[in-house]
């Protein structure tokens, strides 16, 4: 028989999204195949909203998850595979599930994929201009 989990992933999603409440869930960003804006991974892991507000595009199936969604006003594709998937949750209450960790490698052995985020603050920084003004009468 094929994997319980998409089918557990996608009914808990929309368990918590018809209940009015946002799921999050928890991925394990150096497991191969994950592609998440590695600015916001911490010990690890990232936690994402993946309520129809945030994101765009949600497709769960056999694959993994994956989506559009917006990290600091940059449109950023997102790809969790099946095993990187830890749990799904609603912000509110934390009620869902959390999944066995699959047999991804380390971070040791998997270098962190994923786009680079340049913050705003990086480009006024690095072009070392001030914007300046002039009254024009």
């Given at each position: 028989?094929?994997?319980?989990?998409?089918?557990?992933?996608?009914?808990?999603?929309?368990?918590?999204?018809?209940?009015?409440?946002?799921?999050?869930?928890?991925?394990?960003?150096?497991?191969?195949?994950?592609?998440?804006?590695?600015?916001f991974v911490k010990d690890g892991q990232i936690v994402l909203n993946v309520s129809p507000n945030a994101?765009?595009?949600?497709?769960?199936?056999?694959?993994?998850?994956?989506?559009?969604?917006?990290?600091?006003?940059?449109?950023?594709?997102?790809?969790?595979?099946?095993?990187?998937?830890?749990?799904?949750?609603?912000?509110?209450?934390?009620?869902?599930?959390?999944?066995?960790?699959?047999?991804?490698?380390?971070?040791?052995?998997?270098?962190?994929?994923?786009?680079?985020?340049?913050?705003?603050?990086?480009?006024?920084?690095?072009?070392?201009?001030?914007?300046?003004?002039?009254?024009?009468?």
């Amino acid at each position: 028989m094929s994997s319980s989990k998409p089918y557990l992933v996608n009914a808990l999603y929309q368990w918590i999204v018809d209940n009015n409440c946002t799921p999050y869930v928890l991925v394990d960003a150096y497991q191969q195949g994950v592609e998440v804006p590695q600015d916001f991974v911490k010990d690890g892991q990232i936690v994402l909203n993946v309520s129809p507000n945030a994101v765009v595009q949600l497709s769960i199936d056999n694959q993994g998850m994956r989506f559009n969604a917006r990290f600091a006003g940059i449109p950023t594709d997102v790809f969790a595979p099946l095993s990187a998937i830890l749990g799904i949750y609603a912000k509110e209450n934390g009620q869902g599930m959390m999944f066995e960790a699959g047999g991804g490698p380390s971070p040791e052995d998997e270098p962190p994929r994923g786009p680079k985020l340049v913050s705003r603050q990086d480009k006024a920084s690095s072009s070392e201009q001030k914007p300046s003004l002039r009254v024009v009468k």
